[in-house]
């Protein structure tokens, strides 16, 4: 199971960190990715960790403004995000899957968490 929190509502160039918490099965899952989702718009892939932690992957929007960490003592997966853009606003769900493939597709992830909303004004 999967679970994201921290959404709020923030301000351009803001920040805000989004946790998510992993349980059950999806703790062997090789690849925890974060994928968006504008009001409109298809989901999107937003950045990817690999189990290590040691490799992270980011889609170019969000590239230098997002990272991505990992606690796998704490069995938790974070996305900071810095100097927000309104176009940042949408859904973030985070999602679990094996190794192999891709990290940008969503049909690859086996396991999905419900999003939380991160709204940013301008």
């Known amino acids: 199971q999967l679970q994201a929190c921290g959404g709020g509502f923030v301000q351009a160039g803001g920040f805000l960190r989004l946790s998510c918490a992993v349980s059950g099965r999806t703790k062997s899952s090789y690849v925890m990715g974060w994928f968006r989702q504008a009001p409109g718009q298809e989901r999107e892939f937003v950045g990817a960790?690999?189990?290590?932690?040691?490799?992270?992957y980011y889609a170019n929007s969000v590239k230098g403004r997002f990272t991505i960490s990992r606690d796998n003592a704490k069995n938790a997966v974070y996305l900071q995000m810095n100097s927000l853009k309104p176009e940042d606003t949408a859904v973030y769900s985070c999602a679990a899957k094996g190794a192999g493939g891709t990290y940008i597709k969503t049909c690859e992830y086996d396991y999905w968490g419900q999003g939380t909303l991160v709204t940013v004004s301008s």
């Open positions: 960790i690999n189990l290590s932690g040691v490799t992270a």
